[in-house]
C-alpha cells in the first residue's frame, strides 16, 4: 500500500489503522501521535508527542497545535497542515521538519495522514531515520514477553538479533547486550563484559538531554525515542537513533528497558557536510555571517546563564577596495585569504573568526579572564594585519580598522553588541584607520549629535539660520579699514550660536558646503552691492572658501554666476582658501585659480604657516595675498628664529607681488612687531572682533598703530 511504503521505515503498520485505535492504543506507540482537526484543533494525543513536546495532553486538548507549538518555524509546519487539510487529493504527506531545540536543532520525519468521511487528520512524528520496534498492539506486553525470553536464555538472544538490540534489567542492575551493539561500540564481541548500559557511551555533550528524555519518559510511563551521539571505546563519535520500550510496574516504576540502537552516522555526517555548506564562507572557510548570528545568540544565552562576559571584535581592512581595483579579483580574493587565516591563528580554537561580508570580519571571545585578555588579542591582531600583504611578488601595506564591544557592558543582545563594535570599528576609520577601538557610549553620544546637527544643516539655509559676520582688516600704514573677512554663524533654534569651527567640518562631510558656501558668496555679493547702491565706497570683502568647496567643478561657475547676478566689480570680492590646497592635484588646482583670476576675483592663501606649503611653491599660483596664522603671530614674539623665518617670508612675498596680511593680532606690540615686519595689512581682535556688518559701521573705532 503506498502510504505504508512511504512511511514504512519508521511505521511498521499501516498508518490507516491508527484511526480506529484507542487513546490507550495510541501512548503504546513511540511514534509522536496527534489527531488535529482541519482547522488545526488537538483532538488526541499521544504519550510520546507529550514526552518530545514536553506538554501533557491534557493542556493541549481542544487547542490550537500551532498556537502550542513554540518554535519560532512553526508558520512553515502549519502552512503545510493548511495545505494538506484543504486537499483532498492525497490521503497522506510526509516531510522532513527541522525543530530548533535549545541544544541544537533535531530533524523530525512528519507524516499527515487522512481518511476518507474522517474530518480527522493524524500527524506522526518521528527523530530522522528511526527505526522504530513497535507495532499495533500492546507493546508493553510484547516488550514483557521478549524481556522474559531474554532473563532465561540470555546468550541465544544475543545471537538471534542482528540489530544492535539491548535489556536493561533495573531492578536486578543487569544488562545484556546484543553482539551487534557491542560492535557498534568498538567493544570486541568475543569478549563480552559487563558494562554500565549503552549510556556509560553516551556523548559528553548529550548526556544532559539524553537523562532528561529517558526521564520523562519514565515519569510518563511511555516508551521513547531520540538521537544522540556516542562515543565508542575507541573514541570514534557515531550517531544513533535509539527507540526503546520499558516495562513498568503496578506503581508506575520503570522495571525494564527493552531498547534498539540504529547507527545513522553516515546520514548525519551527509547533514553535516551540508551543514558545513551553509555555514561556511566558500572562500576563506571561516564561518560565515549565518553561522556566526546563530553561535553569537547560542553563546548570549549560555552567557546570560552563567554571567559571563562575551567579546565582540569587528574587524575592517582598511583600503581593501583599490587592491581589487588595480590587481583584480584573483588577488583580491588572496588578501582576504591571507586576512582570514592571520585571524583565525591569532585566536584560540575555541574563539569563533567568521567573515560577515566583503573585506568585513567578526571575532567572537568567549571565556576570557579579564578585559586584559581582549586586549592583548586586539593588539596581536593589529600587528599581524600591519605585516605586508604579498600580491604579485609586491609588498603591499593593507591595515585594519578594529573595533570592539564587551557584553554585557556595551548591549545587550546581539545587535545591540553588533551595532557597538561597529560604531567603534567607525571611530577607528574615522581617526585614520589602523587602529583598536574600543566602544565608548560618550563617543557614540557625540556622534550621535552630530547625526542630528548633519541631518539639521540641510534645513538650515532654508530655514534663515545662518548669519555673517565681518571681521575688518585694516592697512597697517594709514589705518584705515581696507576689508573685512566674512564669517559665518549658525544660530540654532535650540542650540544657540554655534561656531563655524564645529559645524563647516559636517557640511563638508555631507555635502551640505556646496549650499553654504554659495549662499555665503551670495549674501557677500549682495552686501558688496547693497553699499555701492547706498552710495558708499565700497571695501572688498573675503570670503572664506572650504576645499571641499574649491575642488568641486562647479565652483568656479557658481562664483562667475554670482558676480554677474550683483553686477558686481569682480575685484571686491577675495577668496580665501587654505594653505593645504595646494597639496591637491596640481594641474586641476591651476587650472582653477587661472578661471578664478580670469573672472577678476583676488585669491587669498589663508592659515599661512600651518601647512607646509613653500613660497616657492606658491610662485606657480596667480595668488593676491598671503594671510600668515595666527599661530605664527603668536610665535614671533616668543622666539626669535621665527622672526628670521617671517622677516624671510614677507621678503619672499614681496618679490613675488603677494600682500601679507597677519591675522589674530591682540596686541599692540603684536600689531608693532607685525608692521615692523614689513606685513601691510592686519587683522585681529585689537581692531576689531567680527560683529554683524550693521555694528561695524555705525561704531568703527580704529585703535592708533604706531
Ligand atoms: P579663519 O578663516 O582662520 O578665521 C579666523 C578665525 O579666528 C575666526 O574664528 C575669528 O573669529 C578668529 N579671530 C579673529 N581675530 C582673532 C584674534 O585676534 N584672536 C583670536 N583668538 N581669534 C581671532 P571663527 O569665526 O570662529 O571661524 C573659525 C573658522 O571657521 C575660520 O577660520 C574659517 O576657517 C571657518 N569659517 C568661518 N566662516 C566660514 C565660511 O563662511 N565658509 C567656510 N568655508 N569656512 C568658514
Ligand atoms: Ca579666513
Ligand atoms: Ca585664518
Redesign the pocket.
Known sequence: MAIRAAFEHIVPFDPISIFSASPGELDEIPLGVIALDRLGFVKAYNQAEAQHARRSPQTSLGRNFFDLAPCACVEAYEGRFRRFALGTTTESERFRFTYPFRWGSRDVDIMFVRREGDDRIFIMTQSAGLAVLVSMTSEAERAAERVRLIETRPALVRRLSPEAIWFDDLILGETRWSDALYAMCDLDVGTHRQIGGLSAFTHPEDRAAVEEFVASAFAARSAYGFEQRIVTARGRVRYVQIGASVSYDDDGRPTAVYGRAADVTTHRREDEALWELANTDRLTNLANRLRFETCFERELDNTTNIGKTLGLIMVDLDRFKPINDTFGHKAGDDVLCEAAGRLAASVRPSDLVARLGGDEFAILLRDFPSEDVVDTVCQRLHREMQKPFVVEGQDLEMTASIGVSLYPRDGADRSALLHSADTAMYESKRAGRNRVTYFDVDVAKRRGETARLEFELAHAIEQGEFE??Y?IIIDAQSQAIVGA????RWNHPTRGRI???EF?PIAEANGT?FA??AW?IGRVCERIRATIDAGIAPIPLW????LV?FRSPLFVDTVRETLRRSMIPPELLVL?I?ESFASADFGETVRALAALKAIGVNIAI??FGTGYSSLAYLKNFPIDYIKLD?SFVEDILVTPIDRVIAEAVVKIARELEIDIVA????TLEQATCMKALGCRRL????FG??APIEAFFDDMTLRPVV
Open positions: 555673517l559676520h571681521q573677512e566674512s564669517l559665518c561656531p563655524p569651527d563647516i558646503i553654504l558656501g555665503v570670503v572664506n572658501v572650504s568647496q580665501e587654505t589663508d592659515d595666527r591675522e589674530g593680532i591682540e587683522q585681529g581682535y585689537f572682533r567680527p
